[in-house]
């Protein structure tokens, strides 16, 4: 494999895995399933756990209980709890090289902070060795950090600390010399040596490195399991079948992959990913970690307690009226969350498309390992399908690999195709010539960077030739809508008014998502709320949307988030003027 394909999936999975790193710095609920063989030898998480009675409650986040609320509240809260974690985890690796044992500070972050958070601090330390020379450099800078340094525009992450670390992702590697050199970090360098027989297909190699990770490993629990990291799982796709089935089985043999039951998290992307690859779910050993599995250790949390008295910035109040405005309040609208697998029997038979939206049974990443391991069986690098040349060079290859293509794969290779990469006219059609676009709405990721009047063109000429939805539920207007946030352009105030003139439905079936819900979803989530509203876009869906709950639900949370965009929303479309619900509802993606 070469260094760019490398460069490529790393760079693509750091994509995605950014979005899920600012999570909520909290344990998980204890409704979470707790298990059993945690440790392959003698260890603290085989001792029930004390109760969480000792924890440290100086740099806990001090919230004010007051009525208002705002993003930039919430954002203010979010900044204070990453910065609390980063100063104890920075400080902790200090208190790692003065000889703590790491997993006692890796039980207490997960009690603090969640599992997840934990994993993010056991990654770091695996990888700062007491033999490299920046060793003494990293202590010195651990001493001396400051608060400013973690509150400031260039404040520090525990994740920036490659400088600190053995450099294991050079071409020259050398994983016997490293050893050598750095006894310490065995596990992270056999680790390394893992990934780069991976990147390489070498079946052999990458059993070898999978049985010296066998020998090392102490704490399954707080195991820096390689299917922890879906840019591995990304590289199993590049093997054959046959070859997948013993890796997959001589990883999981190693301890059981340990995840935090969040969806949208990365336990998700790997769920996902490992599904792409081999769905007989009955031989992966995959466990839900619970806050009950976790322990708050005395001489760690006395550390933290030090640290609280040191640094006073961190305990300061945060009071919500010192970032919204007085015109703000929260509402007192309740909050009614509802199991995804549950919506039919509770809600209205509109909820179902958004549940599909929100809560999708497949996700990027099953999508991009599958269509790269569908695509190596026709000698097709996915990575290399970036621009025009190179899919007409694959063309006959591509041609022959999608009808054995599911539609939800088909969409993730178009979308890879063709949105990484703007193409003109001539050469749209020259890919139409050669059926390679897609049959559903999804033509339109073709077309959103063209101009106005080519892409109207293209799609009255297709109009027959394409489908009005796709398998996420997208209609080519809600395809419209969603390409416009990735463009930022105001194509879609244009094109969406002359597509619906053109007598192009909102929907094509109740399977599919509702513009008009997207749109308002959109605004409260997505797009600036000063921004000036596409009033056009607006009018048109509101005029030929029959309203229901969903969209009173969607207004009512803008008002609860942005009361000034409620106000200009009912003062420019009356008809948005509803009765205040009783509830909204909130879906919960994981199944009761």
Not at 199 to 215: G, H, K, M, P
Not at 547 to 570: P, R
Request: aromatic share 10%.
């Amino acid at each position: 494999m070469s260094k760019t394909k490398i460069i490529i999936i790393l760079l693509f999975v750091a994509f995605i895995s950014t979005v899920f790193y600012f999570v909520t710095l909290q344990a998980e609920p204890s409704n979470s399933v707790e298990l059993n063989n945690q440790t392959k030898n003698t260890d603290t998480t085989s001792q029930p756990p004390t109760a969480f009675n000792e924890a440290s409650t100086e740099l806990n986040v001090v919230e004010s209980n007051h009525s208002l609320s705002c993003d930039a509240y919430e954002n203010a809260l979010d900044k204070a709890r990453l910065i609390h974690f980063n100063l104890i985890g920075a400080k902790a690796i200090g208190w790692y090289f003065e000889g703590i044992d790491k997993y006692k500070i890796a039980h207490t972050l997960a009690k603090m902070y969640g599992y997840q958070n934990a994993m993010i601090w056991i990654e770091q330390v695996n990888a700062l060795s007491h033999y490299y020379e920046k060793s003494q450099t990293l202590i010195q800078d651990i001493h001396g950090l400051e608060y400013s340094a973690l509150s400031g525009s260039n404040r520090i992450y525990l994740q920036r600390l490659d400088a600190y670390k053995v450099p294991t992702y050079k071409d020259h590697f050398d994983v016997n010399k490293a050893l050598n050199l750095y006894p310490d970090i065995a596990l992270k360098l056999w680790l390394a040596a893992l990934t780069k027989a991976l990147e390489n297909t070498d079946l052999q190699q990458s059993l070898y490195a999978i049985s010296q990770l066998n020998s090392l490993h102490k704490n399954d629990l707080f195991f820096e399991h390689p299917l922890r990291d879906s840019a591995n799982i990304f590289l199993l796709s590049t093997f054959s079948q046959p070859q997948v089935k013993p890796l997959l089985t001589a990883m999981f043999e190693l301890a059981p992959v340990y995840l935090e039951p969040q969806h949208g998290s990365s336990a998700n992307s790997v769920k996902q990913s490992l599904m792409a690859l081999d769905n007989s779910e009955s031989t992966w050993r995959l466990r839900t970690t619970s806050a009950k599995l976790f322990e708050i250790d005395p001489e760690v949390n006395q550390r933290i307690n030090a640290l609280a008295k040191r640094y006073t910035d961190l305990n300061i109040e945060l009071k919500a009226q010192d970032y919204c405005e007085p015109q703000t309040p929260n509402l007192s609208i309740s909050s009614k969350q509802i199991s995804s697998n549950n919506i039919n029997n509770k809600l209205s038979k509109h909820w179902q498309a958004i549940v599909d939206y929100m809560c999708p049974e497949k996700n990027i990443f099953y999508g991009y390992t599958a269509v790269s391991a569908k695509l190596n069986k026709y000698g097709v690098d996915v990575n290399a399908l970036n621009n025009f040349a190179a899919i007409m060079s694959n063309h006959t290859k591509l041609q022959a690999a999608l009808p054995h293509f599911e539609q939800y794969e088909a969409a993730v290779l178009f979308d890879i195709m063709y949105t990484r990469t703007s193409y003109n006219n001539q050469q749209i059609r020259t890919l139409i010539e050669h059926k390679l676009v897609p049959q559903s709405s999804n033509f339109y990721a073709m077309l959103y960077r063209l101009p106005i009047d080519e892409q109207k063109a293209l799609l009255v000429e297709q109009q027959y030739n394409i489908q009005n939805t796709s398998s996420l539920g997208f209609s080519l207007i809600t395809q419209v809508l969603e390409k416009s946030l990735r463009q930022g352009s105001a194509d879609a105030d244009k094109l969406v008014p002359f597509l619906i003139s053109q007598g192009v439905p909102l929907t094509s079936s109740e399977q599919d998502l509702d513009p008009l819900w997207f749109k308002l979803y959109s605004l409260n989530n997505y797009e600036d709320p000063t921004a000036e509203l596409p009033v056009n876009v607006l009018a048109s869906l509101i005029e030929h949307t029959k309203l229901n709950d969903t969209h009173i639900d969607a207004l009512y949370k803008i008002k609860q988030k942005n009361v000034q965009l409620y106000h200009q929303l009912i003062e420019q479309f009356p008809e948005l003027r509803f009765t205040e619900p009783s509830e909204l509802i909130k879906i919960n993606c994981m199944a009761q």
